[in-house]
């Protein structure tokens, strides 16, 4: 199975213990020497997820001192490779389900085409609004490729991180992806899932998912209101 870079793995896991409160704002993170030995991994390696740590939000690198926790930027890590659930990383961010997952016919993602032998299996499609303070936020659309996935549609995905779900139950790690953002006015369905007013604007993000899994690729199309919470995160 492909696994992520490691530098990559080096910043997910400590965007997570910032996440999880194991470091507090103005705590020191273990030097670079240590975790290269932490994590085995060359100090390169290290120092180039700290790096994405700063360029995110999450630390301060101070000459002298070392790296410097910020805490959780406040924003939204929709682009996480973690998913949206995990990069929050927080006991009010809430899914509830819109549409349980059901087995369709597909010629197409969203802005994306898709493969013939994809439209050949079908898709599995759901949809599931994002709460943050109670608030909604996002209205996500997820289709998958109705491949090797066992008994999915039985499953309830109610406040249940998607990546974290693929990767524990079916082995699939999301490595990457591409995205595509357009800015539109809230019609009545977003109007009425979002709590928004007639033309509010919206972000809409349509994504094509990399996966370890060969050909296996997730699909989303995002309604974002994120009501003054930026969007952060590595992609």
């Known amino acids: 199975?492909?696994?992520?870079?490691?530098?990559k793995q080096v910043y997910e896991t400590l965007?997570?213990?910032?996440?999880e409160g194991v470091y507090s704002a103005g705590d020191l993170l273990p030097s670079e020497h240590e975790l290269s030995i932490v994590h085995r991994v060359a100090r390169p390696t290290v120092r180039?997820?700290?790096?994405?740590?700063?360029?995110?939000?999450?630390?301060?690198?101070h000459q002298g001192k070392g790296s410097i926790v910020k805490g959780v930027p406040k924003g939204i890590g929709i682009l996480s490779l973690t998913g949206t659930t995990l990069a929050v990383g927080r006991e009010d961010?809430?899914?509830?389900?819109?549409l349980r997952p059901e087995v369709r016919s597909?010629?197409?993602?969203?802005?994306?085409?898709?493969?013939p032998y994809e439209q050949e299996v079908g898709c599995i499609y759901f949809e599931r609004l994002r709460l943050l303070n109670g608030e909604p936020v996002f209205l996500d659309i997820t289709m998958l490729?109705?491949?090797?996935?066992?008994?999915?549609?039985?499953?309830?995905?109610?406040?249940?991180s998607l990546f974290d779900f693929l990767r524990t139950k079916y082995q699939i790690v999301v490595t990457g992806g591409t995205q595509q953002l357009y800015a539109i006015r809230a019609d009545k369905r977003l109007q009425e899932h979002l709590r928004v007013k007639p033309g509010h604007p919206i972000l809409q993000l349509d994504r094509k998912i990399e996966t370890s899994r060969?050909?296996?690729?997730?699909y989303s199309q995002v309604f974002c209101a994120t009501r003054g919470y930026g969007l952060r995160g590595t992609f």
């Open 145 to 160: 490729p109705n491949i090797n996935l066992p008994r999915f549609t039985s499953y309830n995905l109610e406040n249940t």
């Open 106 to 115: 597909w010629t197409e993602a969203f802005s994306f085409p898709v493969t």
């Open 93 to 98: 961010f809430l899914t509830h389900i819109i």
């Open 15 to 19: 965007r997570r213990h910032i996440a």
């Open 48 to 61: 180039r997820a700290l790096d994405q740590l700063v360029a995110d939000g999450f630390i301060l690198k």
């Open 1 to 7: 199975m492909v696994e992520l870079p490691r530098y």
């Open 214 to 218: 060969p050909g296996f690729h997730i």
